[in-house]
């Protein structure tokens, strides 16, 4: 059978359309010397927001386990610490980096694609990085923020069983543009998810999870950045992350995010108690990320369209695309 019959099913069906979509690339990359860990010049402190389980969300464990199911004997589970499943602090640094990228002046760090620009490869120079960088970390230089798993804190898993998906093809002629170049980052779309025979462990819709995210050294606009990656600015959008984005599992919306300041010279150097943390103020720093040049306009209205949610007019698809 060939490749294309494969894509096609057994039936010959025409292929589905493709669930994802573009947004282009930064223009410029702009690149500067990070602030670094040695002084304290900017924003320390605590982001604690809760996520909600708008579709079905799977992290893979890697293991198989046992369910009660007579239909699915075996299942693929979900990721978990200490017996409790877990979005782990890697799987949301990893969404949140990707939209940082996508939105802002940077590089793209992790690709497949052969064909990626130059100047848009992420540097290796650890005085010459992005905002991405800078905020997240690149070789060499350690990221200004730390984030914890987000544990589910209400709702159990289940079964859901989901299409048979293949691996993404870096040299497919749909990522290329009409001139041969590429066509930008790639994001899934949301919509009704799609049914199948691969059994999943899920932590079903309304399912509920807690994180924190610690930041030390930040500029107001780069908090303000990771605010707005996560969905929290104008125009709203609802993250993606886990597996089976392509059947529109994965989607989240973060509600209740509070900012606390710290004094981190004080926190760690001084013998008196440290002064109370002070409330940041959500808005304040979103507009920061637009004052600081930190936002790219069209793109971020692009990913918009893209990762709008509810989209009730759209069904994943249930087979090869």
């Not at 017996?83 to 990707?98: A, D, F, N, Y």
């Not at 159990?156 to 093809?169: K, V």
């Not at 994001?187 to 309304?206: K, N, Q, T």
């Not at 304040?284 to 709008?308: M, P």
């Amino acid at each position: 059978m060939s490749q294309g019959q494969r894509n096609r099913g057994s039936g010959g069906a025409q292929p589905l359309p493709k669930p994802y979509d573009f947004v282009p690339f930064a223009p410029q990359v702009e690149r500067k010397v990070p602030v670094g860990h040695h002084r304290y010049l900017h924003l320390s402190g605590t982001l604690r927001a809760r996520l909600i389980a708008r579709s079905p969300v799977h992290v893979a464990s890697g293991l198989l386990t046992q369910s009660r199911d007579p239909r699915y004997p075996l299942i693929k589970a979900h990721f978990r610490a200490n017996g409790t499943p877990v979005i782990p602090g890697t799987s949301l640094k990893g969404c949140m980096r990707s939209i940082v990228e996508a939105i802002s002046p940077s590089s793209v760090s992790i690709t497949r694609a052969p064909q990626l620009p130059r100047d848009l490869k992420a540097s290796d120079k650890t005085k010459h990085l992005d905002v991405a960088q800078r905020i997240f970390g690149a070789l060499g230089y350690q990221g200004q923020i730390r984030i914890s798993d987000a544990a589910l804190d209400r709702g159990q898993t289940t079964i859901q069983g989901t299409p048979q998906l293949f691996a993404p093809r870096p040299k497919a002629p749909v990522y290329l543009d009409a001139r041969g170049q590429l066509r930008g980052r790639k994001f899934y779309m949301h919509g009704r998810p799609a049914s199948g025979d691969l059994p999943l462990e899920v932590c079903p819709v309304e399912s509920t999870f807690t994180f924190r995210l610690d930041f030390e050294n930040l500029t107001p606009g780069e908090l303000g950045l990771i605010l707005i990656a996560l969905g929290l600015g104008e125009p709203r959008w609802y993250p993606k992350l886990g597996g089976g984005k392509p059947a529109c599992l994965g989607t989240i919306e973060v509600i209740e995010p509070q900012v606390e300041m710290t004094d981190a010279v004080t926190q760690w150097y001084a013998d008196v108690d440290p002064p109370a943390a002070q409330a940041g103020d959500i808005q304040t720093l979103i507009q920061a990320a637009r004052n600081e040049g930190l936002v790219l306009e069209d793109q971020v209205h692009r990913l918009a369209d893209i990762l709008r949610w509810p989209r009730d007019d759209r069904r994943c698809p249930d087979r090869s695309y």
